[in-house]
């Protein structure tokens, strides 16, 4: 990067972080608006930071940098030895800017964009912050914690102008790309019904991650990391496997369903849900996590202009001994689609015009004579050519060995940070609206209720008090209102 190039952006920078003040500072109503004056040059890197450096961190970072011109330049964690880690790791030929708090980083000019890869209680907080503060933003899955957070995201998002992704990255593998384009092209007929599932049954994939043995509240920032989270003393498993527990991550259904709906809301061009309910328990791994380790829900997908009505369930099951076989089936009436990141099997099978009769049906029930007319009637109605189904086909696709869907998914957002475009392939309006319905099965196993939810809205609906509302009230007859005289 050229050093005027980097004036430039200080003094830019210094009067976005002006204006943004200024607009934090102004009454409620009043936009906090960051304008994306800057365009970055094709023939500039994209400097940027990571915040959280655990293993998704560590992958994220990774895959972005196999994007060319692009640059790590600082990264935040609140535990010392990742920090000392990523010194090692991406600072081997530089000087690599480490801190634990992340503020430091946005408050630094000359960071382009950021990677949020941080407990999912703390996404909306240090996204919100980074897109006020001029920076374009890379948020891992689930964008948000809860439902009542989303809004607050897009808002900022498009005030800001910058541009953002959403990390749920299969969705840019060539495989789901191929998925998209075949019920597109109505190779399955009309979607009745979808099930995906994503098993496991080993203790790292249960989320009991390593924890370093120098764990201490003088190695690691402990209150910083509970943030809105309820106070409670340390406890070095729920921060070096805060998935387990629902102060700071969403569960099995955050961690994992929202790749699988994601995936779906991509092949199928679909809004959302209208109807979530989900159930599970805590079958196996009991070790003092507080969210469960069988999920299954179900929900269900109003017609649009893009599809016809269907249901989907969704299933994890970190108790799996048997085979494990991660897929995702989309269901037509005229064939399937069966996919994972890296393959896929098509199978067409389209039945004939005529119903056909015998075998277990009621036909052999009827006199001859019945059966003699029948016959008659058939012939009349399906002549031989509607009696005979198109050949059973099956069409298998391959991703190419050099399709990094991590990488492209990181391509798409360094292409549209470029070009000053908000237009990425997982903006904040999709990633909510794939996190909700997911969120909404927390909510629907937690609170053990059906969930109803409007897609186009994204906003949940309270149908318990709707009906109160539009009840009509009792009329009281003049008689039994009239006083006696």
């Known amino acids: 990067m050229q050093s005027n190039r980097r004036t ?187 099930e995906s599932n994503n098993d496991r049954f080993n203790a790292i994939g249960a989320w009991q991650y390593s924890i370093p043995p120098d764990a201490s509240t003088q190695t690691l920032d402990w209150d910083r990391f509970l943030g809105d989270a309820p106070k409670r003393p340390f406890d070095e498993k729920r921060f070096f496997r805060w998935r387990n527990y629902k102060d700071y991550g969403t569960g099995v259904a955050g961690d994992l369903f929202i790749h699988l709906i994601t995936g779906v809301h991509f092949v199928t061009n679909t809004m959302g849900p209208t109807r979530i309910y989900s159930s599970g328990n805590l079958a196996y791994w009991k070790d003092g996590r507080d969210v469960p380790d069988i999920m299954a829900c179900i929900m269900d997908y109003p017609k649009t202009d893009q599809h016809e009505a269907f249901q989907m369930v969704l299933r994890v099951n970190f108790a799996n001994a048997g085979k494990i076989n991660d897929v995702t089936r989309i269901i037509g009436n005229e064939g399937q689609i069966e996919f994972s990141e890296n393959n896929l099997i098509m199978t067409k099978k389209k039945l004939p015009t005529a119903p056909g009769y015998g075998g277990y049906d009621s036909f052999f029930t009827f006199t001859e004579p019945v059966q003699q007319e029948f016959v008659k009637r058939y012939d009349s109605l399906y002549p031989p050519d509607t009696r005979k189904a198109d050949p059973v086909k099956e069409i298998r696709f391959e991703a190419p060995k050099n399709d990094d869907a991590h990488a492209k998914h990181f391509g798409d957002f360094f292409d549209n940070v470029r070009k000053g475009s908000q237009g990425t392939v997982e903006d904040p309006v999709f990633g909510f609206r794939a996190a909700a319905p997911v969120l909404a099965c927390n909510e629907s196993f937690f609170e053990q209720k059906v969930v109803h939810w409007d897609p186009i809205t994204m906003t949940q609906k309270n149908l318990a008090a709707s009906a109160t509302s539009t009840k009509k009230k009792p009329v009281t007859s003049a008689k039994a209102s009239t006083k006696k005289s």
Not at 45 to 57: D, E, H, L, S, V
Not at 162 to 183: C, D, P
């Open 8 to 194: 430039f952006i200080k003094s830019l920078s210094a009067a976005s972080a002006v204006i943004a003040t200024e607009a934090v500072a102004k009454p409620f109503g009043a936009p906090a608006y960051i304008p994306n004056l800057m365009k970055i040059s094709p023939n500039d890197k994209i400097r940027f930071a990571t915040i959280g450096m655990g293993i998704q961190g560590n992958f994220d970072t990774q895959a972005a940098l196999r994007n060319p011109d692009v640059e790590l330049v600082a990264v935040a964690d609140l535990y010392n030895g990742r920090l000392e880690h990523a010194k090692t790791a991406y600072g081997k030929d530089k000087e690599l800017f480490t801190t634990r708090d992340h503020r430091e980083i946005l408050a630094r000019p000359d960071i382009d964009a950021v990677l949020v890869v941080t407990p999912d209680h703390w996404h909306d907080h240090i996204t919100i912050a980074a897109l006020k503060a001029g920076k374009h933003v890379y948020c891992e899955k689930p964008m948000v914690q809860h439902l009542n957070e989303g809004k607050a995201v897009i808002d900022a998002w498009k005030k800001s102008g910058k541009t953002m992704q959403v990390g749920s990255q299969r969705i840019s593998s060539a495989s789901f790309k191929e998925a998209k384009r075949l019920v597109e092209a109505g190779e399955i007929g009309q979607i009745n019904y979808i």
